[in-house]
């Protein structure tokens, strides 16, 4: 496993290289589709900051886990490089259990979303604990509002004859405004905080989904070389800290990947 | 591919004689309920079809056509043709579906019947005998939204099991994309006891008093809800009760005077305004 | 290079790993090469069922039409639905199950590492790995065609909102699509790796083989040109399977319905540019192999180097760079404003450049050869005005103006069928009468051939060539019933002159398709290097073992020279050093 | 007025006043197209007629000095500089670029919708009426707000007919109720894609005398019985008359030679039996309005009529749409 002449690498790290060029490209259509619905957004349909309806608190642990894991990937290595393959495997391990803890925040983060909903109204109407007339209402159901149905065609919800909200507070604070009950007549559409809501949410969706589904699949690979990492690393411990090298290069790559979702989702 | 229509039709046969063997089969009765379906108030003016862009169907019609949703026979006591009258509630057995499946004709660039019933799960042989492209599209909600062209004339689709209506849906409309003005509209029942108020081509010069008449017979005896839907007057309800063997006359009073509610075919909600 | 250190001389392997799940680069460019063609052959009679539409509106389809299910055919007569889902199929097959894995993995897997002197691909179970996702996904395209809906049918383009209210087989289509970007990922990394790092010793860059210039540059625009798609894949089965609306503006209705449940606020232009930014690069995916194929055959039958071997280099990977900026010229008609326009037609006209050098260097090659004119040169002759016809009638399409009249006619039609059928179909021909020595050991008939290629010539040209007037008459493309149209009543005398060369262009296959069959059995066994070629492919035996080489081979000397004075012989191998 | 218009030739009869610059960029273009393909072609078949290998003589090794190539390359790049910046952006900007005043020009509106061509005139007022997508209906295909606007009431919809006026600018503004399509008219050199949630604006001029009846009458083109297919007469109708030796009428001016390829291609053989020679036909709907942008299973059939009026004949067609229908009576 020299490394080539020209490129300075040996074969796999090369390749690594490649399929994380082509993976910027995957993810650098995804921010420019971005880009693009966020410039087009018609008036009132894109929140100001992404922090209105995400939880930034809970993604800024995220991503302080997520970087962690890096460092320890870094070390996992480095241990390798230094012939001690226990721990390695320690570090390898550590590695792991942040992308699992990332992955359990991000799971509470999406099933609160999709027990948010919010109702688009036909006409502006006045809600009390809220100034002047709104046009969507968006709050928990209460428990005695009728269960909602989906559309077999379309999946989405059938407007039901009523709705009783529990609605969120106003914007800036202050504490939660009475249930209200809405007549099925003035609701246009009915959606909880899920994709479907917005082409924000949608955003949101899909390009967490993604990255979530990398950290998915690099939690298998880490998973593989703990469960065989010793036993290889026994017999030829240079070609293993080279895989966990490269490993470790897609880790990072998933982890900067991050670093650009939370400002651009969370806080612009 | 000849594979697959062997496998439809496999599928075709299974979903009938699961359908057959579910239903509490529900026996017919003696009594009858018909009326008249008219319209209180004065009724707005009959609107015409643009049957422009396709010289078939303008050849096929010299005069000016009327929008059959928007017919009031005024002469005739403003009887209103096109309606769906079927038994909303009151009858929980389930009726096995006829064997010969129901007809839905693409004639001179309108369906016949312009309203029609069947009961859940029986056939639908869908013809076109124009000679030109039309565009068969379901816009059911429950049962098959299907969408399909029939190019040329004499072709016949024939709709069975699953790719037919199974589900109780009131009402269904299908339309024609490439001639928008056609459109038809069926109600799909778990039973046979629904008619549609009779027009002016079932019930022509010499016994107007026919049009806006329906019929609902071999009705079991017992307590009815009996609904009448119509594609622009909405839908009208009232309770009726029949012993066996009895008759009972009713009439339903639609348009301004009783109040409808807004017809199942169109959506309820606000679109966005299209500045000019 | 371990990674296949352990399997060299592994020659008693079980058929299934030997043929099956082999990671030896040779078998795996053989089921390539054959799956493509299965492929290529299904979609070419998919087209023939449309020609007959074409040429006999609403007029029952002879033999086959009764087979055809409900959703593309009543009583023989192709439908509508039909025509669009053959259309849109023949496309994808085409490009995407067809050309790209028969030029890329058939013949790059195959030649490649032995034009490099490589014993393997760097990554052998990769490269077995991108074949079998590959065929999952061509599969999963062509089963879903078996199913109720009968496959897509918006368009190999796919474009929203047609593609996200039709029916499921449009899912299908993306799930497919999916599989087949995540070979083409794999495959390209792959062919990058191994070109870079695994040449032989004293095969420095400008002594490669044109051919692996033109894959390399190839495998670059799949590696940075198809995730986009993927992207744009995976946003159409959310608006799709998930109900949002990255391609749905508000307010759709839908044949008199309101499409309320959708929360709006995509754009349907957006699928187009994320679209186009692959399939543009694609198009050069398509070519680019081909024209690497053509450059070994004209060198090697003409006994004298290319002219202009670096210009060549340069022009293919400028064109492989510029390929990138070119997209929106498939989207002149969207509403574009003057100022992107301009960028756009500008990079079109420059992009047109480098291929002119490409060709002129091709031809000026003829002159002062000794021309042989054998099987593969027929096809590889064919190629050069067949693609220059192809790029020139790109000129009108390029230009915003010209475009207006011209954008979605039978015209575009004409242009890039004769780019990708006459150009790079035929290239894949030369390719395979080429090396078919070197896979089998034996040689393909040479009547046959020429029985294969002159009506295959005198045919491809009937099919296309009156696409050009169609077009000009305004005779628009996907038209089910072109006769609807004044145009295409009009013309319909070509329409028939299409479609019968169409049909008796697949007669002229049946030579071709018995000689393959024939002459992997009965053909005449030929050595190691029939053709007298200088590339190293040729210093392997034929057909090459695991591992390819007996001894590792060293190069001496650039990739063509032939005829060099002062030599007998007039061809100097690679890896054999000149008598000084 | 050019004396005989014909579909199927080179190019479509081109009726608007900017299409003879686009036709002249692809004459152009063609030109320089042959230009390059014919010497170019002449060397290729040189090469292959004097150099195919003879015994004893071999190729030659050393590159030919051939300065020709970098001249032709540097050649087709001025070439098409100039193709690009002297025609082609001059074109598009007339095409693209400063819409005719409001004053002078005619606003339509059309909407495109599987599968037909929705037109919206704004009627005497010159006031669109508003319209709403929850309002569409079979009857009212855009949704236009008949109660609710008063601007409404004196609107004109028309389904696949476009009728404009010649003579001044027609300003179109372009719109999408579902899918994806794109307004063609071959005969006056417009195109532009039809995209929902977008309206783009477009603007051409038809050429004053381009009334659609008189168009019609100089199509008129007499085909060989012999010749006669109904796939390509299946749009016309007959000029004049047919009539037979002994008199008899065997079809009248304005018929057509029937719907289907069946009944068609049985009345070309009965005429052909009454010893008819010729067919004098001329299409129905000379000026047509297509869809180039796939978009349904009847793509195809999504084709409009345009029909030109000069001005008066243009406000006697709107004034004669406002006129209450009377039904037979029932």
């Known amino acids: 496993m020299e490394p080539h002449p020209i490129t300075g690498m040996y074969n796999g790290k090369f390749g690594i290289w490649l399929f994380l060029a082509s993976e910027v490209m995957l993810f650098g259509a995804l921010f420019s589709t971005y880009i693009l619905l966020r410039v087009g957004a018609p008036e009132g349909t894109w929140p100001q900051h992404g922090a209105d309806i995400l939880n930034v608190p809970l993604a800024a642990f995220n991503t302080v886990v997520l970087i962690g894991s890096s460092v320890t990937m870094v070390m996992a290595w480095a241990y390798l490089k230094m012939k001690r393959i226990g721990m390695g495997q320690l570090f390898l391990a550590a590695t792991f259990l942040l992308a699992g803890t ?66 969120d507070p106003p914007k800036g604070g202050g504490d939660h405004p009475p249930v209200v009950r809405i007549d099925g007549a003035q609701i246009k559409r009915l959606s909880d905080f899920g994709p479907r809501h917005s082409t924000f949410l949608a955003t949101y969706f899909t390009m967490t989904g993604l990255h979530g589904l990398h950290i998915v699949g690099g939690m298998i690979v880490i998973g593989y070389f703990l469960a065989t990492g010793s036993r290889f690393a026994s017999h030829n411990l240079d070609k293993y800290a080279n895989r966990i090298e490269c490993t470790g290069l897609y880790w990072h790559f998933v982890d900067l990947v991050w670093i650009f979702l939370f400002p651009v989702l969370y806080l612009l | 591919m000849n594979r697959q229509i062997g496998m439809t039709w496999l599928a075709a046969v299974f979903a009938v004689g699961w359908a057959a063997s579910s239903a ?103 013809v076109n005998s124009d000679p030109t492209n039309h565009n068969i599209h379901s816009l059911a909600k429950k049962n098959p939204a299907f969408n399909f062209a029939q190019p040329s004339k004499d072709m016949v689709k024939e709709l069975r099991g699953n790719d037919t209506f199974t589900k109780p849906e ?84 639609m348009g301004s005077g009783a109040k409808a509610e807004a017809p199942a075919a169109r959506e309820v909600i606000l679109g966005s305004e299209n500045k000019s | 290079m371990s990674d296949h250190a352990h399997s060299h001389g592994d020659h008693d392997l079980p058929f299934w790993k030997k043929y099956v799940f082999s990671v030896d680069h040779k078998v795996i460019g053989v089921q390539y090469a054959l799956t493509a063609l299965v492929f290529l052959f299904f979609g070419f009679s998919l087209m023939m069922i449309m020609r007959w539409q074409l040429a006999y509106p609403g007029r029952p389809i002879p033999l086959i039409g009764a087979m055809l299910s409900g959703t593309l055919a009543a009583d023989g007569v192709l439908v509508g639905d039909g025509y669009n889902i053959l259309g849109a199929m023949h496309g994808t097959i085409m490009v995407f199950l067809g050309i790209v894995p028969l030029a890329v993995g058939g013949f790059g897997n195959f030649v490649l590492p032995l034009q490099i002197g490589a014993p393997d691909m760097a990554f052998p179970r990769l490269n077995m790995a991108s074949y079998w996702v590959f065929f999952v996904g061509g599969v999963i395209m062509i089963g879903s065609m078996f199913t109720k ?55 420095s860059f400008f002594r490669l083989p044109f051919f692996v210039w033109a894959q390399l540059v190839t495998a670059f625009l799949l590696l940075l040109a198809f995730p986009p798609l993927e992207a744009a894949a995976a946003l159409q089965l959310m608006d799709r399977v998930v109900g949002t609306s990255f391609f749905m503006p508000e307010g759709l209705v839908l044949s008199t319905v309101h499409l309320s449940h959708l929360s709006g606020g995509g754009n349907p232009v957006l699928w187009q540019h994320l679209f186009w930014f692959l399939a543009h690069p694609e198009v050069y995916v398509l070519i680019l192999p081909g024209m690497g194929i053509i450059a070994e055959v004209i060198a090697n039958n003409t006994r004298k180097p290319l002219w202009g071997y670096k210009s060549l280099v340069y022009s293919v990977i400028f064109l492989g760079f510029m390929s990138f900026i070119v997209w929106a010229h498939h989207m002149f008609m969207t509403g574009m404003g003057t100022t992107l326009s301009t960028f756009f037609q500008a990079t079109t006209m420059i992009i047109s450049v480098p291929s002119v050098i490409i060709l002129t260097c091709l031809i000026i090659s003829l002159y002062g050869a000794a021309i042989r004119f054998t099987v593969p040169m027929l096809f590889a002759l064919a190629f050069l005005p067949m693609f220059a016809i192809g790029g020139l009638t790109g000129l009108p399409l390029g230009l915003t103006a010209s475009d207006i009249q011209l954008h979605d006619t039978y015209y575009v039609i004409g242009h890039f069928h004769y780019v990708v059928a006459p150009g790079t179909i035929f290239a894949m021909f030369a390719g395979i009468y080429y090396w078919f020595p070197k896979a089998t050991g034996r040689k393909m008939s040479d009547w046959l051939g020429k029985l294969h290629f002159w009506p295959s010539f005198i045919f491809i040209n009937a099919v296309f060539m009156p696409m050009f007037f169609q077009g000009m008459a305004g005779v628009l493309r996907r038209q089910y019933d072109q006769t609807e149209q004044l145009a295409g009543a009009a013309s319909h005398g070509l329409t028939l002159m299409s479609s019968w060369g169409a049909w008796l262009l697949a007669l002229a296959q049946i030579p071709f398709i018995v000689n393959f069959f024939w002459s992997i059995w009965k053909g005449q066994r030929v050595s190691d290097n029939p053709w007298h070629a200088t590339t190293l492919e040729w210093a392997a035996p034929s057909p090459p073992p695991h591992g390819n080489f007996p001894a590792v081979p060293v190069v001496y000397s650039g990739p063509y020279e032939y005829s060099v004075p002062g030599v007998s012989e007039d061809f100097c191998p690679q890896n054999v050093a000149l008598e000084a | 007025m050019p004396p005989d218009l014909h579909y199927g030739r080179w190019s479509p009869p081109d009726f608007s006043l900017h299409g003879h610059n686009i036709d002249q960029l692809i004459d152009v273009v063609h030109v320089f197209m042959l ?63 400063d819409p005719p005043a409001e004053d002078e020009r005619y606003t339509v509106r059309v909407i495109a919708q599987q599968f037909q061509w929705n037109a919206h005139y704004a009627g005497a007022d010159g006031v669109f009426g508003k319209t709403d997508a929850s309002l569409i209906t079979e009857l009212n295909p855009i949704g236009l707000m008949e109660e609710q606007d ?79 297919s109904w796939y390509k007469l299946r749009h016309h109708i007959f000029a004049e008359d047919v009539v037979t030796g002994d008199g008899e009428v065997m ?20 005429l052909r039996e009454a010893g008819v020679k010729e067919l004098v036909m001329q299409p129905r709907h000379p000026l047509q309005v297509v869809c180039a942008q796939l978009c349904g299973n009847s793509h195809f059939k999504m084709a409009a009529q345009l029909i030109t009026h000069d001005e008066a004949g243009f406000a006697a067609w709107q004034a004669a749409q406002k006129q209450a229908v009377e039904f037979e009576d029932f």
């Not at chain 2, 594609?231 to 009232?238: A, I, L, P, R």
């Not at chain 3, 496959?151 to 993306?174: D, K, Q």
């Not at chain 4, 039809?194 to 050429?207: K, L, S, T």
């Not at chain 4, 029937?258 to 291609?265: L, N, V």
Request: net charge negative; proline share 6%.
């Open chain 2, 170 to 253: 009131v009402m269904v409309k299908i339309k024609c994309d490439v001639h928008a003005w056609m459109s038809t509209y069926c109600g799909v029942m778990t039973h046979p006891f629904f008619d549609v108020t009779k027009d002016h081509l079932e019930a022509p010069k010499g016994q107007e008093a026919q049009r806006g008449a329906f019929s609902i017979e071999k009705l079991p005896a017992g307590e009815y809800e009996v609904a009448a839907w119509h594609e622009t007057f909405g839908e009208v309800k009232q309770k009726v009760t029949v012993a066996d063997g009895e008759t009972k006359e009713i009439v339903f009073k």
């Open chain 1, 102 to 167: 990332f992955l359990v925040v991000k799971y509470f983060e999406y099933t609160e979303k999709f027990h948010h909903y919010a109702v688009f109204l036909n006409a502006r109407m006045a809600v009390e604990g809220y100034e002047g007339q709104v046009t969507t209402i968006s709050g928990h159901l209460a428990a005695d509002s009728p269960a909602l149905t989906r559309a077999s065609n379309t999946g989405a919800y059938q407007a039901p004859e009523f709705v009783i909200l529990e609605p």
């Open chain 4, 251 to 270: 079809a009248a001016a304005g018929d057509h030679l029937g719907e289907s390829y069946k009944a068609g291609t049985e009345r070309i053989a009965e």
């Open chain 4, 35 to 97: 230009a390059l393909f014919i010497p170019w072609g002449l060397f290729f078949l040189y090469c292959l007629l004097k150099y195919r290998q003879k015994p004893g003589q071999s190729a030659q090794y050393n590159p030919v000095k051939a300065k020709i190539s970098k001249y032709a390359e540097i050649g087709v790049a001025v070439v098409e500089v100039f193709l690009l910046v002297g025609l082609s952006m001059p074109v598009w900007a007339q095409y693209k670029n």
């Open chain 2, 24 to 126: 509490v089969a529900g026996e017919m009765g003696s009594a009858v309920i018909k009326g008249r379906v008219v319209y209180e108030g004065t009724p707005p003016k009959p609107k015409a079809i643009k049957m422009t862009g396709d010289q078939h169907c303008m050849t096929a019609h010299t005069k000016p056509v009327p929008a059959q949703g928007t017919i009031v026979y005024t002469k005739d006591g403003n009887a209103i043709p096109y309606t769906f009258v079927y038994i909303k509630s009151g009858i929980n057995d389930k009726y096995d579906p006829p064997g010969d499946p129901i007809v839905l004709n693409q004639h001179n660039c309108t369906y016949e019947p312009h309203v029609f019933g069947m009961v859940a799960g029986q056939g639908m042989n869908i």
């Open chain 3, 149 to 203: 809906t009968s496959g897509a049918g918006s368009g190999w383009t796919m474009y929203p909102p047609l593609a996200v209210t039709a029916a499921y087989g449009e899912t299908i289509w993306l799930v497919g699509m999916v599989f087949l970007i995540t070979s083409s990922l794999l495959g390209s990394v792959n062919f990058i790796v191994t070109t870079i790092q695994l040449r032989a010793r004293g095969l």
């Open chain 4, 150 to 228: 008063p601007h409404a009431a004196d609107d004109i919809v028309t389904i696949n007919d476009i009728h404009l006026p010649v003579g001044r600018p027609i300003y179109m503004r372009l719109t999408s109720l579902d899918v994806i399509h794109s307004f063609f008219i071959p005969t006056m050199r417009v195109k532009q894609d039809v995209i929902p949630g977008m309206e783009v604006p477009i603007w051409f001029e038809i050429d004053a005398w381009a009334l659609s009846d008189d168009i019609r009458g100089n199509m008129t083109a007499a085909t060989p019985i012999e010749k006669a």
